[in-house]
């Protein structure tokens, strides 16, 4: 869990991920949670981003070689997957969580050609439904999908379920598990602390 604890203290050490155990926040699906991601904040740090590029770039070489198109989810996934992109030397698209309303009303910006292979993009994954719901509009529109890579997963049970049926691989920097272990290393937490963030994670929804 090397790789995992590394990216894990990067986003402890810009402050992407704020830990609250006493003061859960509320997510906007009304869920009580002891942790609040948001990798937006990454952007602002030049070195941290890079890294988080190259680690997503190593991951699609390692898993998806065949890729020739990379996707970015809107809009969080959109910035990484532009540096990763860049890395790769390949062409970018990006998809909305829905086609717009004026103009051609496309859902997917950039150019996708028929068959193309495709690996999609995201910053976060709790249950996974924006990133699914943008592989299966590249999928319509006639992109094959090889897979999903993000920065950081929640590690919920409903995002393996919801990865499982809609049949797609998916791969992240990090995750819950290293980000407990990296804040209780750090003292950012305590091990009373940690154990109420492990308890969280079982079932969120009744936490």
């Known amino acids: 869990m090397k790789q995992e604890k590394k990216y894990a203290d990067l986003l402890l050490d810009c402050e992407a991920v704020s830990l609250s155990p006493k003061k859960p926040y509320t997510w906007a699906s009304g869920i009580k949670s002891p942790i609040y991601c948001d990798n937006r904040i990454t952007m602002s740090y030049p070195t941290i981003r890079k890294e988080i590029a190259k680690g997503l770039a190593a991951l699609i070489r ?117 980000l407990m272990e990296q804040a209780a290393e750090k003292a950012i937490i305590t091990s009373e602390e940690k154990a109420l963030l492990a308890e969280w994670r079982k079932d969120p929804s009744k936490w």
């Open 62 to 178: 390692q898993f998806y070689p065949g890729v020739e198109v990379i996707a970015g989810t809107a809009t969080a996934g959109i910035p990484h997957a532009a540096w990763v992109a860049e890395i790769l030397d390949l062409p970018m698209i990006y998809v909305r969580s829905k086609a717009k309303g004026h103009g051609k009303q496309n859902q997917i910006e950039g150019r996708l050609q028929n068959g193309q292979k495709v690996v999609c993009i995201e910053d976060l994954i709790s249950t996974g439904g924006s990133v699914i719901e943008a592989a299966a509009a590249v999928q319509q529109a006639g992109g094959e999908v090889l897979g999903c890579v993000a920065i950081f997963s929640y590690q919920l049970d409903a995002a393996a379920t919801n990865f499982e049926k809609a049949e797609l691989a998916l791969h992240t920097l990090s995750h819950y598990t290293a």
